[in-house]
């Protein structure tokens, strides 16, 4: 029987693991953070968090931290229904913040170190080992070393080594589309706004997120058809063109626009394990479940799991047990309340006129849409339409207000996430 030097090791050094740790360290727990990476750099990644992420950054004790140094709030969004005050029209009465990846990630760090946590860097994890006595085995500067704790926490993204090594099952369900994005300075587009705008007429989605020091996130979704790939830097005149065409709040800020680092693409869809947790070994974030990046809710669905997480194990001396219950908890909300809830935005869906079924929300993880493309029902002339009206914000002329809140109510389900609408579909008319 090893007694670990520490109660709990991260595996990574990004936002869950830093929240987490933090919050621990302190109530007083042993914490070590284990990061391979010694400088951050800069990748395409989310960078926004929707409001009921903000109550959950509030709940683990970041959000002051971010909005003091690197993060920024953005009080309006624009998803194709004209700009929305975030505050004035949300139950959470919060705005949204962004920030960029790699400073986020200094600040988060230097914040669970201030708290008590140990951090390490440059250390390569090798081995995670689930068991009675769970560990890590770690590399640095050609040396190997085993550390062993009471709780492992697994935190290193989507493409998780440690995942596969605990000996944890992924599930995926793939879309047939692309997100690129690439980081952007001379962008002419407002500061408090961050846009996220489907057009079904040409199966693109468009999202531009201010930060601080003149830098834009920008954001393309594309259907995989085989006909382009947006990557590379020779890519960007492409990237910016395809952009333009998705509606007019995009069509002139991208004139100067200079790009600050790599345009990338990665695959959408979701990608989870059943039950992230198993002898020792908790699995949070994007190594627990990836979302539909068209919702642009992972950075929420991370914070939502260190909280939980973190209030499991305070409350219960069973730490096995209590990451039993937080694993279940989380499977519960992310498979139940965000990934089947689009499945029942398409029944729900149906049951709205057929030109009015461009819906960004309702119909965007449907795998045969091609992102809204007429619903293979509305023809051409309505999709223009709705299309119209949509991106300037008018109530429908062909449907009027009711239709039109319904569709409201699931953009605010999404703002403001399932701990506050837990057990109500996104598009259901009782959220008004």
Known sequence: MHSPSFEIVTVGGGLGASAFAGAMAKKGVRVLMLEKETQFKDRVRGEYIVTWG?????????????????????????????PRN????????????????????????QEAESAGAEVRRGVSVTNVQPGANPSVLVANNGREGRIFARLIVVADGRGSAARKWAGFSLKTDAHPFHFAGVLLTGVSGRRDICNFVFNPEFGLIGGLVPQSKDRFRAYLGYPTDGSFRLQGGEKLGAFLAHSQKVGPMFMDCYAQAKSLGPLAVFDAGYFWVDHPYRDGVALIGEAAAVSDPSFGQGMALTLRDARV??????SDSDWDGAGRKSAAGCAVCFKSRVRKRTRADREQCQKLPKTFRVCQITCSADRNCRWMKRCGRGSSASVERDLSFREFGNVSPVHGQAANDRLNSAVRAVLSGPRHYPNVRPIDSSLR
Do not use: W
């Open 54 to 82: 903000v109550a959950e950054a509030k709940e683990v004790g970041i959000e002051t931290a971010l909005l003091n140094s690197c993060g920024t709030a953005i009080p309006f969004i624009e998803m194709g229904y004209g």
């Open 86 to 109: 975030l505050i004035e029209t949300t139950a959470l009465q919060l705005a949204g913040v962004s920030f960029f990846h790699p400073e986020m990630q200094e600040t988060l760090l």
């Open 309 to 314: 997480l973190r209030d499991a194990l305070l």
